[in-house]
């Protein structure tokens, strides 16, 4: 089986090919340190096998100045783009592996297609595990973060959908008018919302909810 490697590490990478590769089962056929190299090696995989894409991919979240996590759109548009008989190419499983615990994180990383999530500090065994779980069809996340996860979603109960909508989209930078077009609001709306944010947590500026 096929892994591509997204990350910019060479001795973490190092060890996670021998792992791999130990198994007798899983072949790294790629390592990238940049989404645009990621890309590049998913367009010479699939001219050369004929659109036969990696069967798994490991992604680093941070990548120098690139943020991991928008390799997940790009291989979800590549394979819609990417066509065998009219339907598309059947995308990948990424598992997302990170030093970061941050709840938010791990929350936009599925919303965003991914299958696993797995830290940094994990061992070879809860590796494979990892990767046998999601080859398995199911998804994966340490049980360290699976923990965080929960307390997050606990904290995320006492605000609406479009107060929860609304922090996501802080946390992502994105100023009042972005959150108002992305939501399809006005921006009156948009500052009364973040008042309420502001009451139920006791916030008074947005690094704070950034950090939430």
């Known amino acids: 089986m096929k892994v591509l490697l997204i990350d910019d590490h060479p001795m973490l990478n190092a060890g996670i090919v021998s792992i791999l590769e130990q198994t007798g089962f899983f072949t790294v056929c790629g390592q990238a340190e940049s989404l645009e190299q990621a890309m590049s090696i998913i367009e010479k995989y699939d001219a050369l096998y004929k659109q036969n894409l990696p069967s798994f991919i490991i992604l ?38 990170s030093a970061l615990g941050d709840p938010f994180k791990i929350q ?18 809860e590796l494979l595990k990892a990767i046998d779980t999601i080859l398995g069809g199911k998804t994966y996340i340490s049980g360290e973060l699976n923990i965080k996860l929960e307390e997050n979603s606990s904290l995320y109960a006492k ?14 930078n994105k100023t009042n008018k972005q959150i108002a077009d992305a ?20 916030f008074s500026s947005r690094e704070e909810v950034q950090k939430f």
């Open 60 to 97: 680093d979240m941070l990548l120098g100045e690139d943020n991991g996590l928008d390799f997940l759109p790009m291989l979800e548009k590549y394979c819609h783009n990417k066509k065998i008989e009219g339907k598309p190419v059947k995308k990948p499983p990424v598992l997302v592996c």
């Open 159 to 172: 605000f609406s959908k479009r107060e929860t909508n609304v922090i996501d989209l802080i946390k992502l």
């Open 183 to 202: 939501l399809s609001i006005n921006l009156r709306t948009v500052e009364n919302y973040i008042s309420r944010i502001y009451f139920k947590t006791g």
């Open 108 to 125: 936009t990383a599925f919303k965003l297609g991914a299958s696993g999530f797995l830290s940094k500090t994990s061992g070879k065994d």
